[in-house]
C-alpha cells in the first residue's frame, strides 16, 4: 500500500486526517484522498505463554499503554493467534468494550504512519526515520460516527485526542451525511453495513434525520 501521501492544503494547519473506527477494521489516512492510507484489523494481541514467547516476539510490542504486558495488533496478531488471547476493543453490539485497548490501536496506526514513505504500511510495524514520523498534534481530525453513537462515546474519544494527542481541532461526523457527500448528494436514505450491525438513516439536504428514526439491525 503506497505511503501517506497528503493533498495540497492551504490552511493553517495541515492537511486533516480520517480515522474510521469499525468494530472490524480501522481505517486511517488524509481527508481528500481516493482511499485509506493505512487498514489494520481492530483487535489486540496479548501473549498467553510469557515464557514461551520471550524471544520470539521481542520488538512488537506497544509503547501505548501498560508496558508490563506485550500486546501487537493487526497482522502480527493473525500471525500468531495461538500464542495470545485476543481481544476486541468494539463489541458485537457495536459499543466500546474497552477503551485502554481501542486507544492502543489508535496509537499504533498514529505510530506506524509515516509522511511521504513510499513503502506503505497496511498493519505491520516496519520502522521509518524518525523524520517521517506523523505528527498528530499537526493535523485536524475527522471522526465518522455511525448514527446510534451515544454521547459518552464521543466525549471520550474527544478527550483522547485532545487531552493525549494534542489534536488542535477534531469533528464528529455522520457516516451516512459523509456517504451521500461522497457521491455529490445531500438527501437520502443511507444503508451501512457493518461487520457486526447494519443502520438505516434518512439524511435531509446534508442534516441527518432526528436520532430516533436511525434504525440499528443486527
Not at 494547519?13 to 485509506?36: C, D, E, M, Q, W
Not at 495470545?84 to 499504533?108: F, R, T
Amino acid at each position: 500500500m503506497a505511503g501517506m501521501q497528503p493533498p495540497l492544503s492551504t490552511s493553517f494547519h495541515l492537511t486533516p486526517l480520517v480515522l474510521a473506527s469499525g468494530s472490524r477494521n480501522i481505517k486511517f489516512g488524509y481527508a481528500g484522498n481516493i482511499s485509506p492510507s493505512i487498514i489494520i484489523r481492530n483487535l489486540v494481541g496479548r501473549e498467553k505463554y510469557s515464557r514461551v514467547m520471550a524471544s520470539g516476539v521481542e520488538g512488537m510490542s506497544s509503547s501505548f499503554g501498560d508496558s508490563s504486558q506485550r500486546r501487537c495488533f493487526g497482522a502480527e496478531v493473525e500471525d500468531l493467534r495461538g500464542c495470545h488471547s485476543i481481544s476486541y476493543p468494539i463489541g458485537c453490539n457495536g459499543h466500546v468494550d474497552s477503551w485502554e485497548d481501542l486507544e492502543a490501536v489508535w496509537g499504533h496506526a498514529m505510530n506506524i504512519a509515516t509522511v511521504g514513505n513510499e513503502e506503505g504500511d497496511s498493519g505491520s510495524s516496519s520502522t521509518s526515520s524518525n523524520n517521517n514520523k506523523l505528527d498528530p498534534a499537526s493535523h485536524p481530525l475527522l471522526l465518522p460516527t455511525n448514527p446510534l453513537t451515544p454521547p459518552s462515546t464521543l466525549e471520550h474519544q474527544a478527550e483522547y485526542f485532545f487531552e493525549t494527542l494534542s489534536s488542535p481541532s477534531l469533528l464528529h461526523a455522520d457516516t451516512g451525511v459523509l456517504s451521500l457527500y461522497a457521491s455529490g448528494r445531500t438527501t437520502g436514505v443511507v444503508l451501512d453495513v457493518g461487520e457486526t450491525g447494519t443502520y438505516v438513516s434518512p439524511v435531509y439536504e446534508g442534516e441527518r434525520a432526528n436520532r430516533q428514526q436511525a434504525k440499528r439491525a443486527e
